[in-house]
């Protein structure tokens, strides 16, 4: 049965991936005007219902869509608990924005939270307005007790939120009995902490900054970072060449040293996406739907940036540089 599942699931996604965008369409939005781009994403119903009432909110569209998509990921999949521990970034994302708001003094972070994790967002501004842990997973409430612990005594750091939290997060997928999940994490861990490297050092921040900032190590160890850190620029990416993503890291830390850490963040993203389509075909693992989930929140970022450029009257150039993988380089 867990196999006519998997083999369902499989199919229900494939369907589904014939209504992403896609390169031709995204071509006719980058070449028309912002009404007219909005014009092919309503055309194709992207967003559902929001698109069915004609609305001009491409945050609203945006929206609706990744929910339609969370939807269809946790209805089909054949391992569900494997499914969410991917969803539950969005969980994270509100988790750190809630404990920030608090140490702030409160506040509406209703603007700031993302739909789509395993908890509704007001179940987790329940959380952490009471110090109550006790629903989360064992990591996360360790880390969030922790926090509570720490500045109890310490001046509170908002960084260090940041940092405990997605910590706790990469060490889940890193216990996951799934083969695709730690290599996911490890992957996508080494390509964060490279984007820790070059932003803190471009900061000229001291070596205890950087090592309290960098990840649980992926498959490039925390020292190498440190020692990276310590060698000139030019030399990061070889120093960093190590694991699996070991030569596309090295390619990425090179060239942000011209264009910046985007160069870093689109390859992150690329060899993702690859890494889940690698998978597209397997019948005994969640690959396939991640896979489903990573582009159509990579196709979610580059609607974003069509319009926003469109209607800043920035150039195509912008655009173009900043497309990734699912839409052509």
Known sequence: MAQDNALYAVARIRCHENGLIGRERMARMIAGTAEEAMQVLTGVGYGGAAAAEGTADVEALIAAELARTDALVREVSPDPALTELFLMQADVHNLKALYKLRLLGGGDAGPALMQGGAFEPAALARMVRESDYEGLPAPLAEALRGLDEAFSHETADPVRVSTALDGAYFRMGYASKSAFAVEYFKARADFENALVLLRLTNMGAAEERLAQALLPAGNIPETEFLKAAGLPAEQ??????????????????????????????????NYLIRLAERGRFDQDTVAPIVGYLLAREQEARCIRLILTAK???????????????LYGE
């Open 236 to 269: 990061w990416g070889k120093e960093l060449m190590q694991g699996p993503a070991g030569e596309v890291l090295r390619k990425a830390v090179e060239d942000a040293q011209q264009s910046g850490p985007q160069a870093v963040e689109r390859a992150r993203d």
């Open 311 to 325: 209607r800043n009257g920035l150039p195509e150039s912008i655009i173009t540089e900043r497309m990734r993988v």
